[in-house]
């Protein structure tokens, strides 16, 4: 695949430019997609959706973190494909970049990416039922209380049924909205309101690039679309 000359040729004299990533941009690193197929999760006979629900940390907190237990050390072996490295890259490339995922797996971290949006938490913190403070799990284990205020930890993670953290979404629709370059790398873009930030940078007059080797319903909205997979695309960038 050829980067189209324009394309190119934007890139290369950007200076504001948002990325919006998805499951499909870890699914390289063996990290299972939510939608593009056999990850039909099921966890002791119940399915993601509910395991991953705020109902269950009301009515069961010890199988939502047997849940994530299992997840996060699923994820501690998988590291970082191309494409995070491409976009870790990014963040010193360009003036003002901002990167939006809706990943909770932590590689973009483990790729060197530093100040990121988290519009669905990460799978590496736990957070306070009560006063909110966070805890990382990255290299430590989690406390079985909170040391501020005594209360049950849970997830940082945003579950089913849940609003996304306080501010996120505002933060990366006003990026959005400031952007000349908007990626969208691996997601569906059924997930609302993430699936609203490529719309609303559309509106605001950037050029909207998808990467994803298959269509989505934002492929018609897009100024390009790069059919394949982020970390064979997103590496021709440096071309
Ligand atoms: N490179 C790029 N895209 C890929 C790749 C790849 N190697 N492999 C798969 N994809 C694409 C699929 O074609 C699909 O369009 O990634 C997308 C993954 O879509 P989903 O599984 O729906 O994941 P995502 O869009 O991130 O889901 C959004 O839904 O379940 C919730 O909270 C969860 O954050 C998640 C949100």
Redesign the pocket.
Known sequence: MQIPAELRERFARARRVLVLT????S??SGVP????GG?SAVWRGMPF?VISSAEMVERDLPAVWEWFDYRRNLLAELNPNP?HYEIARWQERFAEFTLVT???DGLHQKAGSRKMIE??GNIWRARCTACDTAYSMVQERRPDACFECGDLLRPDV?LFGEMLPPGAFELAAACASQCELCFV???????YP?AALPEIAKAAGAYVVE????R?PLSSLCDEVLT????E?LPLFQR
């Open positions: 998805g499951a499909g941009v699914a390289e997609t939510f939608r593009g990850n959706d494409a809706q990943n909770v519009l669905h945003v790398v691996g997601t569906s873009a059924l997930v993430a990467v994803n080797p298959e989505t394949g997979k982020a970390g695309v």
